[in-house]
């Protein structure tokens, strides 16, 4: 059964920083493209950051451009969303999700539960 | 980024079939096939319905279909149920390494 498990979210202050986690289990890590998507509360989804299967090609919303990271360690089948400088509009369920195949633009066909991060003093 | 245009809410009574539509541009939806929904039941993370416009994953019931026209995209829901109750989410490829979710669409079985 394939199973993502986010971590690391929780309450921050403005300018802060948070790293989210991702452990993936059921499948092949490595042969998966891998995005982080979020949702704001009440509202809709808004993708953030696909990564390659391999880590070497990211992209970008451009609301968290030079401010997200997101990196994977295929080894450890994690995935990682590094999160600097937060603002409050940031503040979100944040998901990670797993591609149908190597594309970074494939289908989500199977997502985390979320994890909540909340930017506010 | 512009999010695509969904409904914020249809509705429909058992059995009865409902379409929620999702409109782009020649940019997303109309200049790609793939276009995809998502369910989601509150508290609960999404799940996908339909893929590449009109292709449903293994254990996704065939009263859900997908089709598109042009720049908007629709999904219909045949035979509608209590548990179809949710809220639905359009996705489009948009080219230069982007998509973009809808608005998404509040669906209530009365």
């Known amino acids: 059964e394939v199973q993502l498990l986010e971590s690391g979210g929780g309450l921050v202050q403005p300018g802060g920083s948070l790293r989210l986690s991702c452990a993936a289990s059921g499948f092949t890590f490595s042969s998966c493209a891998m995005s982080w998507v979020r949702q704001t509360p009440g509202k809709g989804l808004e993708w953030v950051s696909p990564i390659s299967r391999s880590g070497a090609t990211t992209y970008y919303a451009d609301s968290v451009q030079g401010r997200f990271t997101v990196s994977r360690d295929n080894s450890k089948n994690t995935l990682y969303l590094q999160m600097n400088d937060l603002r409050a509009e940031d503040t979100a369920v944040y998901y990670c999700a797993k591609a149908d195949g190597y594309n970074l633009w494939r289908p989500l066909d199977c997502w985390g539960q979320g994890t909540l991060v909340t930017v506010s003093s | 980024q512009s999010a695509l245009t969904q409904p914020a809410s249809v509705s429909g009574s058992p059995g009865q079939s409902i379409t929620i539509s999702c409109t782009g541009t020649?940019?997303?939806?109309?200049?790609?096939?793939?276009v995809s929904w998502y369910q989601q039941h509150p508290g609960k993370a999404p799940k996908l319905m339909i893929y590449?416009?009109?292709e449903r994953p293994s254990g996704v019931s065939n009263r859900f279909s997908g089709s598109k026209s042009g720049n908007t995209a629709s999904l219909t829901i045949s035979g509608l149920q209590a548990e179809d109750e949710a809220d639905y989410y359009c996705?489009?490829?948009?080219?230069?390494?982007?998509?973009?979710f809808g608005t998404g669409t509040k669906v209530t079985v009365l």
């Open positions: 590449d416009v009109t």
């Open positions: 020649s940019s997303d939806v109309g200049g790609y096939n793939y």
């Open positions: 996705t489009s490829y948009r080219g230069s390494a982007t998509s973009v």
